[in-house]
């Protein structure tokens, strides 16, 4: 009895840590943007795609390497473009609109539009299958998960505390934290916010890039996984308040949990949408963000 | 009859001509399908032209009530007529339901929980396959009507009555209102706006309307695809509206048809029409940021001086309300005991109390820091005591939020100045009215507020939004709106400040005129000889104490009050 229910928490615990790294990687580029700028990078969902469909792009390449070795080449060749898009598309674009909600927005969304419309254009609306970089699944209680998914968890772990030291101990971002809290106070000594901005969305788009690799043997990939990443993203920070890369990944765990209790609950099909009126109603209750630490 | 309307009417024409000139043809089921296009840009335009949010998901009404009214339809066998009823009920009850989720949200937050909710009900529907039918969605539903002809009368009717009944709803008083909210929320507050309870009726109306139109295009095609509900069609209405000059109907509709015909032709004519169709719409959003036919509603036809007889009535209503201001039933005035309020360490207010009769004026001086604008913001409510108990008429305050307690007659003017921007002096005005459940309509003219207005630039200066106007209008606005709509207790933070002679002499003929009706006044000014003016007596505070409270010709010779100034021996000032 014991045993069993022992074996329930593990199963549990695990899902959750799986959901909850690939969501930790795809929401907290966005909420450093968020941050960094009150801008709304609605393209983030885009980023996701273009890295799930450059993974599965770059694997039909003839490379000098095989098996695991290779498919590792190809996610972090993925996650290295979608980093140069987003900084190509911040200084094409985004740079023009910043202060402009309105525009803002419109271009980033129509944005998503216009990649979903383009690779369902090149490629159709099949799934794309791409290898994993460890192939197989283990056994946890009644649930199988993917190693694939395993190693998305052992990456999390690697890369947070090290994003965490970067955005503490380096100039460039202690910048970013510095305009997040107040860009005309981070202009007065000398950090330019658009230059700081720029860096933020290519590494917010290298961080989605690099989910949407490493996600895409584990989810199905078509043109409309976008709108998989944004809605996240959304939960995330609604969740989890802005400008803290703790908030965000408490909240992205907390988003996992959900899920998962929700899906043995009440299905698939409506444990997002309950995921998301929790999130809201959150919010509304307090107002600062549900985990926000920010003095 | 208004622009919108008459561009209503103009389109009722057009609709009907293109029934007579191609019944039943291509053109119609065309110009049916705009129509229904056209009540999804409405029901966008309802709410969030007034409140400038941005919402990215009414592609979920619409798809909610689509659904629901196709379910109805094929699987209850429900009348086609009760089915499109209920689905526009369904939206209703769906937009006060997101208005009460999001009741906190703005902004980037607001159009981020539209968006996410319209994506994982969008989700929701390709997992819920089984039983709502995946990316064909529900089938077989059968239509309102049996004829081509009647299903395009029926839209176009629904369109041009939606039209009409959207018109009517943004000049109407919570039209105007979600006008002055969108403007400057805590100005609309602070005249006693209940932005919560507005944002609720403006989003439920907002529902209905997309919840009919979602309907009415699943019951006029008999299909509920998931299309629908598809952040596509969010966007599209969103772009839409915004083409079409954000908070204008005529130009939400003028751009609809203009796109939807401009996509009738690229149909099926070059690749990527939606790709070309959408981008197109994305130049015109980018490079008239005001939209194609830029305008908003217009609720004032005339610069003050209404005509005579509802002068009569406005007058009349006014002495009404001054004696209600004296009445017994409200005898008690202002009591405040021990308030404290601390900022961190420092002790903003410690401990003031004092008593205010009603209608008595009193002034507020000090040195910087004395805690003067602190003790207003307590009593009007826009900040929190930590300590103490505020009475009015014989109610404890300290719970209320600052609209509850400007319902109740508390009001204030702001240090900074702050105003709808977009609004003119004769809105702003109708606001402070509308706000205080003064009626609606025109301010009563009397020679104080001429005079204000004649300091502000004139008549012409009222028919310009105030935003454009010097910052010293916006000031004089607040005391403007205070004459049109008289609170109870008038708390006044520097109201002469940055003003020039001519614009003095109006705002202190303004003040006088309140206390002659009773109004109950609490000015703090530096200016003194100028406050001396306006009030009978003077509270003098420091260090968030009071420490002298005599009459104007005294004050200066207390030797407390001059050692507070930081002057030694008696010196004559002012």
């Known amino acids: ?129 791409v290898a994993p970089i460890v192939p197989g699944t283990i056994q946890v209680g009644s649930a199988q998960v993917l190693r694939q998914q395993i190693l998305i968890v052992c990456l999390a772990i690697v890369l947070f505390p090290a994003l965490g030291w970067l955005l503490r101990h380096t100039r460039m971002g202690r910048a970013i934290q510095a305009v997040a809290q107040d ?59 802005i400008g803290s890369l703790r908030g965000t990944l408490i909240a992205s765990y907390a988003l996992g949990a959900v899920e998962v209790v ?3 609950l009440v299905g698939e099909a409506w444990a997002e949408l309950i995921a998301v009126v929790i999130a809201v109603v959150a919010l509304a209750l307090r107002p600062r963000g549900v985990v926000n630490e920010q003095a | 009859m208004s622009r919108p309307e008459r561009v209503v009417l103009g389109l009722a024409v057009a609709l009907a001509a293109v029934g007579v000139i191609a019944p039943a043809s291509f053109l119609t089921d065309l110009v049916g399908a705009a129509c229904v296009t056209g009540i999804f840009v409405l029901s966008w335009i309802v709410f969030c032209g007034p409140t400038r949010e941005l919402s990215f998901g009414h592609s979920l009404f619409v798809g909610v009530s689509g659904y629901l009214g196709g379910l109805l339809q094929v699987r209850l066998a429900w009348n086609p007529w009760a089915a499109l ?55 077989g539903v059968r239509a309102l009507a049996g004829s081509r002809m009647a299903l395009y009368a029926i839209s176009a009717t629904a369109l041009v009555v ?45 529902g209905a309307l997309a919840g009919l139109g979602g309907a009415l295009a699943v019951l006029t095609q008999g299909q509920a695809s998931a299309e629908l509900a598809s952040d596509l069609v969010s966007v599209r209405i969103l772009l839409l509206a915004i083409a079409g000059g954000l908070w204008s ?16 032709l690229l149909f099926g004519r070059v690749r990527y029409d939606a790709l ?65 309020v601390r900022f961190g360490g420092v002790q903003a207010l410690a401990g003031v109390s004092f008593e205010l009769p009603r209608g008595e004026a009193v002034g507020v001086i000090g040195p910087n820091g004395a805690g003067k604008t602190t003790l207003l913001n307590v009593i009007a409510g826009h900040r929190r005591h930590d300590a103490g108990e505020i009475r009015w008429g014989g109610r404890s305050l300290g719970k209320l939020e600052a609209a509850a307690r400007a319902r109740l007659g508390v009001r204030k003017t702001h240090q900074q100045v702050i105003s709808f921007p977009e609004l003119t002096l004769e809105e702003h ?60 207790l008038l708390l006044v933070d520097e109201p002469f400040a940055a003003l020039s002679g001519r614009e003095v002499d109006a705002v202190c003929a303004a003040l006088l005129a309140l206390q002659r009706r009773g109004v109950t006044m609490i000015v703090v000014e530096h200016r003194l000889h100028e406050l001396f003016r306006l009030v009978s007596e003077v509270v003098v505070m420091d260090q968030g104490r009071v420490i002298a409270r005599r009459p104007p010709e005294e004050v200066l010779r207390d030797p407390a009050v001059l050692a507070a100034y930081g002057v030694g021996e008696e010196k004559e000032s002012a």
């Open chain 2, 249 to 264: 109907l005529p130009g939400g509709l003028v751009s609809t048809f203009a796109f939807q015909s401009l996509q009738a």
């Open chain 2, 276 to 340: 070309i169709y959408t981008g197109l719409l994305l130049g015109v959003v980018l490079i008239f940021p005001r939209g194609l036919v830029p305008g908003r509603p217009r609720w004032m036809k005339r610069v003050l001086s209404p005509p005579l007889p509802r002068e009569g009535k406005g007058q009349e209503g006014e002495t009404r309300g001054a004696v209600e201001a004296a009445a017994p039933r409200h005898v008690e005035g202002l009591a405040l005991r021990g308030i404290e």
């Open chain 2, 162 to 206: 939606l039209s009409v009944a959207a018109s009517r709803f943004l000049q109407s008083r919570t039209g105007l209102l979600l006008g002055a909210t969108g403007q400057d929320e805590s100005l609309a507050r602070s005249l006693g706006a209940d932005v919560p309870r507005l944002r609720l009726r403006g989003l439920a109306l907002s």
């Open chain 2, 429 to 488: 005005l109708a606001v402070a009215r509308a706000a205080g459940s003064k009626g609606f309509g025109a301010a009563a003219a009397d020679p104080e507020l001429a005079q204000l207005l004649e300091a502000c630039g004139g008549e012409a200066a009222a028919l310009v939004p105030l935003g454009e106007l010097p910052p010293a209008a916006a000031r004089m606005a607040e005391v403007a709106m205070a004459l049109a709509a008289p609170p109870e």
């Open chain 2, 85 to 139: 009823l209920a689905g526009g009920l369904a939206g209703a009850a769906l937009g006060a339901g997101v208005a009460s989720l999001t009741f906190r949200h703005r902004g980037l937050y607001f159009s981020m929980v539209t968006m996410a909710l319209q994506l994982a009900f969008y989700r929701s529907l390709f997992l819920a396959s089984s039983w709502l039918g995946g990316e064909e969605g529900i089938i």
């Open chain 1, 262 to 264: 929700g899906i043995s």
């Open chain 1, 183 to 241: 860009a005309r106070g981070a202009r007065l000594v000398g950090i330019r916010p658009e230059a700081v901005l720029g860096t933020t969305v290519a590494l917010a788009a290298m961080l989605a890039g690099l989910a949407g690799a490493l996600a895409a043997p584990v989810l199905v990939v078509s043109p409309s996984l976008w709108t998989f990443a944004l809605l996240k993203s959304f939960t995330i920070v609604i969740l989890g308040g």
């Open chain 1, 1 to 129: 009895m014991i045993s069993q229910l022992l074996t329930y928490c593990t199963e549990l615990l695990v899902l959750t840590l799986a959901r909850g790294s690939l969501y930790a990687l795809i929401a907290v580029g966005f909420a450093l943007v968020f941050g960094a700028g009150r801008v709304l990078n609605l393209f983030h969902g885009g980023f996701f795609l273009l890295g799930s469909y450059l993974a599965f792009f770059y694997s039909g390449m003839a490379l000098p390497l095989q098996d695991a070795p290779r498919m590792a080449m190809v996610t972090l060749l993925a996650a290295a473009t979608v980093g140069g898009i987003g900084f190509v598309y911040f200084w094409a674009f985004l740079r023009r609109y910043v202060g402009r909600q309105i525009q803002l927005m419109v271009v980033g969304v129509v944005a998503n539009l216009v990649t979903a419309q383009g690779f369902s254009a090149w490629y159709g609306t099949q799934a794309a299958y």
